[in-house]
């Protein structure tokens, strides 16, 4: 744990990356000389005899040490099965408070998915979803040529999320992000964008 620059033990670091009560049953943790990995996967049978990839819940954390030297959470898979997506939310923001207690700096993420694909049963939601609870990301060239004309001059995709109408655009039109990042520390634009969705998510409950 030191090594990666980590409070806490081994434990702490399981239990952040896959909170206690959830649906993941399997876990295992990997670790070599350079990161550690930590996979979940659903008990075989919780969600039916179907070996469809959509029909299950798995999650594949890596935790390594950034170009700058500080630990650095990858969240390299995250897919729910149906029965589970209402707890997402959840889930996400009991894993931010527990890297932040073992003291990681940010965490990062391929946001996968697009909006063209969005209603089909199996496709990725993460281009969507992960702005909204306040990952950050620049813009690619090929993020903006889908956008409509109104949308095209913003840089990053926290622009959009700042409006109701940027975040239909988003949306409808949105794609890959393959490098965004959502910032641990204090006061953070991530914590705060994810604090004021919880906020309106409770409201309407």
């Not at 923001?93 to 700096?105: I, T, W």
């Not at 496709?123 to 609870?133: L, V």
């Not at 990952?135 to 913003?154: G, I, T």
């Amino acid at each position: 744990m030191r090594k990666f620059g980590l409070r806490g033990n081994p434990e702490d670091l399981v239990s952040a990356a896959i909170p206690a009560g959830t649906m993941f049953e399997e876990v295992d943790v990997v670790l070599d000389e350079s990161r550690i990995i930590i996979n979940a996967d659903t008990a075989k049978n919780q969600n039916g005899p179907s070996s469809r990839e959509y029909s299950r819940s798995r999650m594949t954390r890596t935790i390594h040490l950034g170009n700058d030297g500080k630990p650095v959470c990858h969240n390299d898979y995250f897919r729910l099965a149906p029965a589970d997506r209402s707890r997402g939310v959840d889930m996400f923001r009991s894993q931010v408070a527990g890297m932040r207690r073992l003291g990681l700096d940010r965490m990062e993420t391929h946001a996968a998915g697009n909006g063209m694909e969005r209603h089909l049963p199996d496709a990725f939601n993460g281009y969507y979803t992960w702005p909204r609870f306040g990952y950050e990301s620049e813009l690619s060239r090929y993020n903006k040529s889908l956008l409509p004309d109104a949308f095209r001059h913003v840089t990053h995709v926290s622009d959009l999320m700042e409006t109701r109408e940027g975040r239909a655009a988003w949306q409808m039109y949105g794609s890959d992000l393959e490098n965004a990042v959502f910032d641990l520390k204090d006061g953070s634009y991530s914590l705060n964008t994810l604090r004021i969705y919880l906020l309106e998510r409770a409201s309407k409950s």
